[in-house]
Nanobody
Framework: QVQLVESGGGLVQPGGSLRLSCAAS???????IGWFRQYPGKEREGVLCFSGHENSTAYYIDSVKGRFTSSRDDAKNTVYLQMNNLKPEDTAVYYC????????????????WGQGTQVTVSS
């Protein structure tokens, strides 16, 4: 069973940057990490998914392309979400999820989840 622990959220001004971390108890290269966000009263929506075995990122929200990237540190079993040029509409609780092999933008496809971390973009 994969356990995920997120960190790195906080308050940032518009245009600023944050890096979220998703530390895994174990992270086989065959697992992909999806990043999701959730607005109050809404379901989680897929932001992007990072595949280590393909070294590729699938984006599910056009507005984050060119601003959000993801990477993996195998030595630390950690995947990062780098968020640049943040906007107020990026304010949400961000979650990382893990699933085997194939990326997906649907939360139901993920077996393991982190606890979530709040990101607030405000001046």
């Amino acid at each position: 069973q994969v356990q995920l622990v997120e960190s790195g959220g906080g308050l940032v001004q518009p245009g600023g940057s944050l890096r979220l971390s998703c530390a895994a108890s174990e992270l086989s290269l065959h697992y992909v990490i999806g990043w999701f966000r959730q607005y109050p009263g809404k379901e989680r929506e897929g932001v992007l998914c990072f595949s280590g075995h393909e070294n590729s990122t699938a984006y599910y929200i056009d507005s984050v392309k060119g601003r959000f990237t993801s990477s993996r540190d195998d030595a630390k079993n950690t995947v990062y979400l780098q968020m640049n040029n943040l906007k107020p509409e990026d304010t949400a609780v961000y979650y990382c999820g893990a699933r085997y092999y194939f990326c997906s933008g649907y939360e139901d496809h993920y077996a393991y989840w982190g606890q979530g971390t709040q990101v607030t973009v405000s001046s």
